[in-house]
């Protein structure tokens, strides 16, 4: 029998409808001899069916993590690593980039590896192909640091036109830029940069709206490779073990360097453990804001003051603690308009129970991921890696989530829920396709449409195992448009305020961007990480449905300018620039 739940965000419906969203056809039918025309009921389209497959070998995409010791038995060694697409070479095709562990000196694990791998393993570079393949270019690219690397965020920092990269992990972070050739630069003591300790989620934004992307870095712990439980059992310190860790805040001072402007900011006064970081306009008043998935700690959420400082009001929006009022093991954040209103909601992993917060505006946000099934349906697993997109370009939002044994190597299989409208959806998890039920020990993963066919794909990594290329093979699939965005800054440009003669970033980072066709309106800004220690690929994918023209794209620069432009083809991606 086939498992059907319906799932309801915001407000309650009561649905007799099948799951799967119906496109009208309007026929009319002839009689005969030139009499009058019957117009028949409408006949619905084939229902679109999100699935997947591991096109792994297929694509030539070879990665194995490690977490650099022969057993798991350190904090450091189950946090896992992460994964970007970024179009480093300016090909039109998003590359893959992995980040890996790797043995450290033998006092760092209770557990030492007696055969060192050879060779050892180490971060990679995928360059796209374009032909759904992929080359290992890591080597030529320079991006192959000597460090044990956890999460990785790009931005183009500079405004040069090509995209840069930040690496960071265990006792280092390295900012490298990206040449224009093929080839990476490590940059990091030149543009200012200096991180202790254990860095881990990262994200940029310009959070002072002059241009010039700014720089968050999350840290973890305080974390001591020397410290032992007293039992060696089954069990190694967790978060709480650790003292926790203020996070970093880098100004750009739009000259290729950095001021660590922590302290200045407000930022450095909360203490953490963080896991995922996002930046977004939550309040829609044309300004990012910064969210902290933290473990075990209560999470924050940064709200921009328009001044270059920031205050923290996770309490008082509903998003620092659980359902119950705990301190959850958050994951992975992503802000996406779930339900169509125009702002932003924010979709969090978690160690226990998922969360779906709905944003009230003003009044902050309202978890209804009990009330709407979808935290229950997730209880069971552990979650890390997740993407909020249309999957089967039906119009409605989709959410796919990536589980995995929290201190034990145990793997789980993995959950799609499909957006039904009106705030509702169904789990789909075992129809769409066996490489969502082959379980794995999950942790990042990036989101990506690879290879231009419109269908946003994903990549997975596994903890001390093989990562998985998903290809996104859904049939009956809606209309489609990803919008790639250019903002008019270029090296050498300042714009020390918003408003007129201002410019915003290369990137279009903290980019608001509205489509309107078929009666419909769809939300989403432009982001730099999202997710579980990842981040996704820069065009913005929207899923049309019906729809056959863009009536209207409306895009609100960062700069304050707004963009409008109408009667656009759909099923394509299009490149938008700021105007001069």
Same mark, same amino acid.
């Given at each position: ?39 028949t ?41 992460g ?14 980039y ?24 180490? *971060?990679?570079?995928?360059?796209? $192909?374009? %032909?759904? #393949? +992929? @080359?290992? =270019? &890591? !080597?030529?690219? /320079? ?12 931005a ?11 690496v960071?992990?265990y ?14 630069t ?12 254990w ?14 992307v ?32 203020? *996070?970093?805040?880098?100004?750009? $001072?739009? %000259?290729? #360097? +950095? @001021?660590? =402007? &922590? !302290?200045?900011s /407000? ?10 970081v ?34 923290e ?40 129970y ?11 946000f ?19 890696? &997740? ?10 939002l ?33 129809q ?7 379980r ?13 066919d419109?269908k ?14 998903l290809?996104?093979?859904s ?25 007129p003669?201002?410019k ?34 820069a ?42």
């Amino acid at each position: 029998m086939r498992r059907c739940h319906l799932f309801l965000f915001g407000t309650v419906v009561v649905a007799s409808l099948s799951a799967s969203a119906l496109f009208a056809a309007q026929r009319a039918l002839q009689a005969d001899e030139g009499t009058a025309k019957a117009a028949t009921s409408a006949l619905p389209a084939p229902a679109s069916v999100i699935r997947f497959e591991d096109a792994s070998d297929k694509a030539r995409i070879d990665f194995t993590h490690s977490f650099g010791s022969a057993q798991l038995g350190s904090l450091l060694e189950g946090t896992g690593a992460g994964c970007i697409w970024f179009d480093y070479n300016n090909s039109g095709f998003p590359s893959l980039y992995v980040v890996n562990g790797r043995p450290l000196d033998d006092s760092m694990h209770p557990y030492p590896l007696k055969v060192k791998p050879n060779p050892p393993p180490h *971060n990679h570079l995928y360059r796209n $192909n374009g %032909d759904g #393949t +992929f @080359t290992d =270019v &890591t !080597e030529q690219a /320079g991006l192959d640091p000597d460090m044990y690397a956890i999460a990785v965020t790009a931005a183009d920092y500079d405004n040069d036109g090509f995209i840069d990269l930040l690496v960071t992990g265990y006792g280092k972070t390295i900012l490298y830029h990206n040449d224009g050739n093929g080839h990476f630069t490590d940059v990091t003591e030149k543009a200012g940069i200096k991180v202790d300790g254990w860095a881990i989620s990262s994200t940029w934004l310009d959070y002072d709206k002059d241009g010039c992307v700014d720089l968050f870095v999350g840290r973890y712990v305080k974390f001591d490779p020397k410290y032992r439980a007293y039992y060696a059992a089954d069990n190694y310190p967790g978060p709480l073990d650790y003292e926790g860790e203020t *996070n970093k805040l880098f100004h750009n $001072n739009c %000259d290729g #360097t +950095f @001021t660590d =402007v &922590t !302290e200045k900011s /407000g930022i450095g006064a909360y203490v953490g453990r963080t896991m995922g970081v996002t930046a977004a306009d939550f309040d829609n008043d044309g300004w990012d804001d910064i969210y902290v998935a933290n473990d075990r700690t209560e999470n924050f959420l940064f709200h921009n003051k328009h001044d270059g400082t920031f205050e923290e009001i996770g309490n008082d929006t509903g998003t620092a603690f659980g359902q119950n009022g705990e301190s959850t093991s958050s994951m992975g954040p992503v802000f996406a308009d779930l339900g169509g209103r125009g702002v932003l909601d924010l979709w969090v992993t978690d160690g226990h129970y998922n969360r779906l917060l709905q944003n009230l505006g003003k009044q902050g946000f309202e978890d209804m991921g009990a009330s709407n099934g979808v935290s229950q349906a997730n209880a069971q697993y552990v979650s890390w890696g &997740t993407g909020v997109y249309d999957f089967d370009n039906d119009g409605l939002l989709d959410i796919l989530i990536f589980h995995g044994g929290l201190i034990h190597l145990i793997p789980q299989e993995h959950t799609l829920f499909r957006g039904l409208g009106n705030g509702r959806f169904e789990d789909v998890s075992r129809q769409a396709g066996p490489v969502l039920s082959q379980r794995t020990v999950a942790r990042g993963a990036c989101f990506a449409d690879y290879d231009n066919d419109g269908k946003v794909d994903a990549f997975l990594v596994n903890l001390g195992d093989k990562g998985k290329l998903l290809h996104n093979v859904s049939t009956n699939t809606g209309h489609w448009v990803a919008i790639k965005l250019v903002g008019a800054m270029r090296p050498g440009d300042r714009s020390f305020a918003p408003g007129p003669g201002s410019k915003s970033n290369r990137d279009g980072i903290g980019a608001r961007v509205e489509v309107y066709a078929g009666g419909n309106r769809w939300t989403a800004e432009r982001v730099a990480s999202s997710g579980y220690l990842s981040q996704d690929d820069a065009r913005l994918h929207f899923g049309l449905g019906a729809a056959t023209q863009i009536d209207k794209l409306i895009v609100h620069w960062p700069s304050g300018r707004d963009q409008t432009l109408e009667k656009l083809a759909v099923d394509r991606v299009l490149t938008v620039e700021e105007p001069k």
